[in-house]
């Protein structure tokens, strides 16, 4: 659960596993946040997103209907759109951290991430994305070439803000109504202390994936 008084998805992302990367204290200096969604059901489904700055401002939330095959690709699009709002909002040379509570999605994310830093420009592991979602998955990752680092965190469905949003898009359509906001993070404080990766997250997902901060 979210510590008292600190920004939501911060708190979600400092505790949660991002696979294939390891998670330094430091991760939690992410300059913004942006948890997505997607829901399917056969009367049709929803996308929902919510993105913070750092020090826990919001910045803009969706709620919108879909109709997607399936829920595997409902979570594609939802985070197609979440970067798509957040790409207008933050600079190019933002650090970005990506909620999902999809476990695939978070790792194929991660995995084009440490790709785009190797020599080879392979991933870790192999990237398998749903036939449905090859265009939207085309998206994603041209958006997360577009920031200076990004990496994805894996979180419980229930712990998902951007959960209800999808689940009842129309009960939510009021949140779309919100005015813009394009606003930066308050400067990161500074510990002063040496900052070392904790040994559960350091070591989650050790069997032969590459680990980067």
Known sequence: MA????????????????????????THHRDFYVATDGSFRDAGGGL??????????RVARVATT???????????????????VLAARAPREASIGVLVDHDALASNVNNVVLAASHPDRSPPQRVSVPAATRNHWRGIQARLSTFEE??????ASDQNPAHPLANAPTQYEHVNREP???VLPEPPESTGATEFPPPSRADRNGGGGRASD
Do not use: K, M, Q, W
């Open 180 to 182: 813009d906001r394009c």
């Open 3 to 26: 510590a008292h008084g600190r920004p939501a998805l911060r708190d979600l992302f400092d505790e949660s596993p991002t696979p294939h990367i390891a998670h330094p204290p430091r």
């Open 150 to 155: 990004v990496r994805a965190a894996r979180i």
């Open 48 to 57: 929902g997103a919510v993105i913070e700055t750092r020090d826990g401002t």
């Open 66 to 84: 879909d109709t997607p095959p399936d829920n595997n690709v409902a979570e594609y699009r939802a985070l197609h759109l979440g970067l798509d």
